[in-house]
C-alpha cells in the first residue's frame, strides 16, 4: 500500500533540505516525505497525486515564497486535499502574518525558523497533527479507477469487458457523483482532460482518455498476441467448450492456445446463476465458472490471447493457418472452433441509437446493481431471460418478462419458472412484443404491442435486456467449412449423405464425430449443428473431441 504523503515547500533549498531531512528520519518509514522548491510545482504534484488516489497528511509551506505566498499555495492546495494537515514555516518577523492566516486559511499550526531541535520545536506539534488526521483516514482504493456515466455506451462497453475478464475496478460516475467532494475535487485535478470519458486511471499514476477496451487490456497485462508462430492444438473461442477442450487438451500435453475475442466464459460468463452444472448444488455465477476454468487451463500451461479475434482461416498442407485482427497469423495442426452463438438482434425503433444507453443484448451483470429502486423490461422467455429476471429482481423495483406467446413452460425450466413465480416483483406479460424504444440520451419508455388486444401499450422503462435467441458467427470461415443454412457447423454424421463422405473429403476413414468437413478442423459446443445448448454439453464435447484429435495428431 502506497504510504500518506508528507509535502514540505519552500523556495531556499537549504531549508528544503534541511526539513525534508527532519520529517523523512522521523517519519519516513510511515510516510512518503516529498519536496518542492516552488508552489506551483507544488500544487502539479499535488494534482498527479490526487489523481494516483494516493493520500497526503501533510503539507509544509513557507510562508515567504515568490509568486505565490505560504498561505496562498495552502489555500489553493486546500481544495485539491481539504483533509490534509496545514503547517506554515515563517521567520519570527512573519508572525503576526502567520498567526492571521491560522483563521483566515485554516492552518493548523505554524513552525518558526530554525527548529532546532527538532524533538522540541517539530515532532512534538506534528505528531499531533499526524495523530489527529490517522484518526480520520481511510486508506484509498489502490486499484484501477473508471470514471464514465453510465448511459455511455462506450463506458458500459469498457465496464463490461473488466468485469467479463476479471480485472478489478472501482467505477465512479461522474454525473451521480456530482455533488461528491471527493469526485470533485478528482475531476478538478485532471482538468480538460476530465471530459474525455471513459477515464481510466491507473495505479502507477498513467491514465487511459476515452479509452477502449483493448488499450486497457494491453496496459493490464491481457495477452492479445502469440508467443510463437505454431501450436498443436488453436481453439477459437473461449466459452465453456472452449475452456474445456483447452484443458483436456494442454492436460495431456498438446501445445494449445485459446483465442477469445471478448472475454474468457462465453455466454455463459453472463450467466448470473446456473443451477444445472453438475457439482455446484447451490448454482454457481457464470463469471466464476469461467474465472475457475481460466485458472484451470492457465494451471496447465494454454496460452490464452483476449481479447483477440479470428478473421479467418486457411489450410496448407497438413498445417492450419489463423488470421487474427490484428494481422497476424497462428499455425497448427488441429484447430478447435468453439465460436458459439450470438444474440439475434430485436428490430425495433430505437433500439440500435440506445444500444448501451439501457438497452442491452443479453445479461448485463454489470448494469443490475445500477438498476437498484427501477423499472426493467426482460425481453424473451427462454432459461436465460428467466436467470436474467431472477438477477434483476434483487435490485430493481420491478422486473416485467415480455413475452409473445402466452406463457413460459414450452421455453423455460420448470425450476426457473418456480422461482420467478415466487419472486414477488417479477411480472410476467404475455402476447406481448417490443414495437418502440423511446429516450433521448437513454432509454425512458417502450411501446409495447399486445398482440391479444391488438393495442400499444407505452410504459416507462429505466432498462431493457433481450434474449431472444441466438445465432452463430461463423462468416469467417469463409467456404472452407460447411454449415447448415443457419450457419451451424456440420461434424461427424452429419456430413454424411447417402453414404458418400463429404466433398474433397482425402482421408481412408469417415469425419469423427465432431469432426467438419476439413480433416483435423473440429467443432463443440453451440456452434455445431444439432449441438444441446448447455454448458455441460459444450463441456462435455469439448473434453471429448481431445481424444479425436490425438487420433488424427497420431497420423499427420
Ligand atoms: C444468460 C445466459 C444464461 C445461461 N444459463 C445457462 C444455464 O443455467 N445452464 C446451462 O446449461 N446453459 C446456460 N446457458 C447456455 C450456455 O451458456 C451455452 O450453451 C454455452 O455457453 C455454450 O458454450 P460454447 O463454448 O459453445 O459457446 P459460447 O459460450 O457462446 O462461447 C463462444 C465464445 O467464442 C467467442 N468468439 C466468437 N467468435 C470468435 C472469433 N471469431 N474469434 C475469437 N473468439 C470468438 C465469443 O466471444 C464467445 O466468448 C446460458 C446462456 C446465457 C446467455
Not at 99 to 121: T, V
Not at 484 to 510: M, V, Y
Amino acid at each position: 500500500m502506497a504510504k500518506p504523503v508528507l509535502l514540505s515547500v519552500d523556495d531556499d533549498s537549504d531549508v528544503l533540505r534541511a526539513i525534508e531531512r527532519d520529517l523523512r528520519s522521523e517519519y519516513g518509514a510511515e510516510y512518503r516525505v516529498m519536496g518542492s522548491d516552488s508552489a506551483e510545482q507544488a500544487l502539479d504534484i499535488l494534482k498527479q497525486l490526487k489523481v494516483r488516489n494516493d493520500s497526503v497528511a501533510l503539507l509544509l509551506a513557507d510562508q515567504r515564497m515568490p509568486q505565490m505566498d505560504g498561505v496562498q499555495f495552502l489555500q489553493e492546495a486546500m481544495r485539491i486535499y481539504p483533509d490534509a494537515k496545514r503547517a506554515l514555516l515563517t521567520a519570527y518577523a512573519d508572525t503576526t502574518a502567520a498567526i492571521s492566516a491560522i483563521n483566515q486559511a485554516s492552518i493548523n499550526y505554524f513552525f518558526l525558523k530554525p527548529w532546532d531541535p527538532p524533538s522540541e520545536r517539530l515532532y512534538p506539534q506534528l505528531d499531533d497533527m499526524l495523530d489527529d488526521w490517522q484518526a480520520s483516514y481511510r486508506p484509498k482504493f489502490e486499484g484501477i479507477r473508471v470514471l464514465g456515466t453510465r448511459w455511455s455506451p462506450r463506458c458500459y462497453e469498457l465496464r463490461d469487458f473488466l468485469s467479463r475478464n476479471h480485472v478489478p475496478y472501482h467505477w465512479i460516475d461522474v454525473e451521480l457523483n456530482a455533488n461528491d467532494p471527493d469526485t470533485k475535487q478528482l475531476l478538478d485535478a485532471l482538468g480538460p482532460e476530465a471530459a474525455n470519458l471513459p477515464v481510466v486511471l491507473f495505479p502507477d499514476g498513467t491514465k487511459l482518455l476515452e479509452s477502449l477496451p483493448a488499450q486497457v487490456a494491453e496496459k493490464v497485462g491481457l495477452r492479445t498476441r502469440a508467443q510463437t508462430s505454431f501450436y498443436q492444438l488453436a481453439i477459437v473461442g473461449g466459452g465453456p467448450a472452449g475452456l474445456a477442450a483447452a484443458v483436456y487438451g494442454a492436460s495431456e500435453g498438446l501445445s494449445t492456445v485459446m483465442i477469445e475475442r471478448e472475454a474468457p466464459g462465453g455466454q455463459a460468463g453472463m450467466s448470473s446463476r446456473i443451477e444445472n452444472y453438475l457439482g455446484f448444488p447451490s448454482g454457481l455465477s457464470g463469471g466464476d465458472l469461467a474465472r475457475r476454468a481460466v485458472v484451470q487451463a492457465q494451471r496447465f500451461g494454454v496460452e490464452i490471447l483476449a481479447p483477440q479475434e479470428v478473421t479467418g482461416v486457411r489450410t496448407e498442407t497438413s498445417y492450419r493457418l489463423l488470421k487474427l485482427a490484428d494481422g497476424s497469423e497462428i499455425s497448427c495442426h488441429a484447430l478447435m472452433i468453439s465460436t458459439g452463438v450470438q444474440w439475434r438482434r430485436l428490430e425495433a425503433p430505437g433500439i440500435d441509437r440506445l444500444q448501451g444507453a439501457g438497452v442491452y443484448y443479453g445479461g448485463g451483470a454489470t448494469e443490475a446493481l445500477s438498476c437498484k429502486g427501477e423499472i426493467v423490461y426482460v425481453v424473451g422467455g427462454a432459461n436465460s431471460a428467466g436467470q436474467a429476471a431472477m438477477n434483476f429482481a434483487k435490485y430493481a423495483d420491478r422486473v416485467y418478462i415480455l413475452v409473445r406467446g402466452d406463457s413460459l413452460s414450452s421455453t423455460m425450466s420448470k425450476y426457473l419458472i418456480d422461482q420467478i413465480q415466487q419472486t414477488g416483483n417479477i411480472e410476467l406479460w404475455t402476447h406481448a412484443s417490443v414495437a418502440e424504444v423511446h429516450g433521448e440520451s437513454h432509454l425512458e419508455e417502450i411501446s409495447v404491442h399486445c398482440s391479444d388486444t391488438n393495442k400499444i401499450e407505452r410504459v416507462p422503462a429505466s432498462a431493457m435486456f433481450i434474449f431472444i435467441g441466438a445465432l452463430p458467427q461463423t462468416n469467417w470461415l469463409g467456404e472452407l467449412v460447411e454449415r447448415d443454412e443457419h450457419g451451424f457447423i456440420l461434424t461427424g454424421p452429419d456430413l454424411i449423405r447417402n453414404g458418400a463422405r463429404p466433398k474433397g473429403w482425402s482421408l481412408d476413414r469417415d469425419p469423427f464425430l465432431l469432426e467438419t468437413n476439413v480433416p483435423g478442423i473440429f467443432a463443440v459446443g453451440d456452434v455445431r449443428h444439432g449441438s444441446v445448448k448447455r454448458v455441460a454439453s459444450g463441456v462435455g464435447e469439448g473434453s471429448v473431441a481431445v481424444q479425436f484429435i490425438h487420433q488424427y495428431l497420431s497420423k499427420v
